[in-house]
């Protein structure tokens, strides 16, 4: 059985910036993505496999991760009929890094995921909906929840907006602040396109990160790198950093009241860089 790509197998989930999303439906995807550089992996047991698919599909990631993989799994809504058996499923599933819950609208359904599931397994609560949107608050703070993720895609069919990053930027902003009052990590990012080239996702990455969101959901393993790179300190938040607590290390004069936040941003750059294996790079 493959092993997943050691770097990423270290990277605590809190950290993830690149969630890779593969077809359950598609056994043979499971490896490649899982060696792939993508923080984190999810195979998908929701969207991406019809109805007269899904116990074959859940029968395929219970051999995966009972097998020796690792990995996360999106599971269907709680309200239909397949995520009471999703749940039973993968609560005997020893490779089992946690779940996201699609379509969640209220604190409730993060909260009876997670109870079904074995005690402490993270629940990420994917919002695809105005509702959503409106609860994330409660959902953030709600027993069991891990991370916010954004269904942008499923989001923009339910309001009727586009894809341009103005029109979804109350949304993300929504997710961004509920994250921060529920005291969650970052919240994470709908997709691009799954045949977005490399300048279309370091642009998609640029928003991501300037929304203040630390995480961005991915449909194509070659995009993982360039999630990666666009959502780590860049280099020239390197060298600032590294400076910084250079000079602060050397002894260095406090000099005004900025000081000491800029001197936490450094150190705060320092430890993303180091997580990331970029500090001494």
Not at 126 to 143: D, F, K, R
Not at 172 to 178: E, N
Not at 210 to 227: F, Y
Request: aromatic share 4%; hydrophobic share 45%; net charge negative.
């Amino acid at each position: 059985m493959p092993i997943r790509n050691r770097r990423a197998a270290a990277l605590p989930a809190k950290l993830s910036r690149s969630w890779l999303l593969i077809n359950a439906a598609k056994e043979q995807d499971f490896a490649p993505g899982l060696a792939s550089e993508a923080d984190s992996v999810i195979f998908d047991l929701e969207a991406s496999v019809p109805d007269d698919g899904k116990v074959a599909a859940r029968e395929a990631v219970l051999r995966a991760l009972n097998g020796g993989m690792t990995a996360w799994v999106r599971v269907s809504p709680s309200t239909s009929e397949h995520w009471e058996k999703d749940l039973a499923a993968l609560s005997r599933a020893e490779g089992l890094r946690g779940v996201m819950l699609a379509e969640t609208e209220h604190p409730e359904q993060v909260t009876y995921t997670a109870m079904r599931l074995r005690a402490g397994t993270p629940v990420i609560a994917l919002i695809e909906s105005a509702l959503g949107v409106e609860n994330a608050t409660q959902i953030a703070s709600a027993p069991g929840t891990f991370r916010l993720a954004f269904g942008t895609n499923d989001f923009r069919k339910d309001v009727g907006v586009s894809a341009d990053p103005m029109a979804l930027a109350y949304a993300r902003a929504r997710l961004v602040i509920a994250s921060r009052v529920g005291g969650l990590p970052g919240a994470i990012d709908g997709p691009t396109a799954a045949d977005a080239d490399p300048q279309e996702t370091a642009e998609a990455c640029q928003v991501t990160a300037s929304m203040g969101m630390t995480g961005k959901l991915s449909l194509n393993r070659a995009q993982v790198e360039h999630i990666n790179t666009g959502l780590a300190p860049s280099a020239d938040e390197l060298n600032w950093a590294r400076e910084l607590i250079e000079a602060h290390e050397a002894g260095g004069s406090i000099g005004d009241g900025s000081y000491l936040p800029r001197l936490a941003r450094a150190q705060k750059i320092a430890s993303l860089a180091d997580s990331y294996g970029l500090w001494n790079a």
